[in-house]
């Protein structure tokens, strides 16, 4: 079963500030991979796709890179609204989630 | 609109089992690969088991393998999992999800399963 590690827990950055999410998967992955924002009391809400591929509706600011096994998720000027969880998946060989990266305010 | 509707949670003793089933709307249901995910109170989400389009794949979580069946009603457009010799760890929000080439591109609002003597 291949795992995913997200990095850092606990993301703290002011409103305006850019954040850094990273996911690494114990094997390669090619761009398998999706991420997922979550907010509580919601389901997760599908951001990023094959690695770098912003879903229908979700905004510029969000850009994701990476192949293999090295994976990053950027936001480059928080919003109120993006204070979530967000969640690192593969697909490449069923599912698998990483345990997620909590951004919250600084 | 894509429309996911889970049902068939509740309170369960350990060891007795239980049926989910997922009612699927608003795109064509047959085309699809569908799965289950758990998130359990205050935890991450984890994969539990997915179904390819025909039924001839399956795939299940090493943490369930063995305890539960996946399977799907293409004619009914429901999903269904059923869950055997349920355990405490088992308690969590369970949601389905549509598949598009593997990303979770649309989900439902849960059931919630609790295991509890």
Redesign the interface.
Known sequence: ?IVMTQSPATLSVSPGERATLSCRASQSIRS?L?W?Q?KPGQ????FI??ASTR?TGIPARFSGSGSGTEFTLTISSLQSEDFA?Y?C?Q??N???????TKVEVK | EVQLVESGGGLVQPGRSLRLSCAAAGFTFSDYTM?W?RQAPGK????VS?ITWNSADK?Y??SVRGRVTISRDNAENRLYLEMNSLRVEDTALY?CAK???????S????TLVTVSS
């Not at chain 1, 389901?43 to 599908?46: S, V």
């Not at chain 1, 069923?94 to 997620?100: L, N």
Request: aromatic share 24%; no cysteine.
């Open positions: 079963e398998n999706a997922y979550q389901a997760p809400r599908l796709y094959e879903a969880v969640y998946q697909y490449n069923w599912q698998t989630f990483g345990q997620g | 799965y995910v991450g989400l984890e994969w997915g795939g979580s090493e949601y598949a598009g080439a593997g990303f979770l591109d989900w439902g609002q849960g």
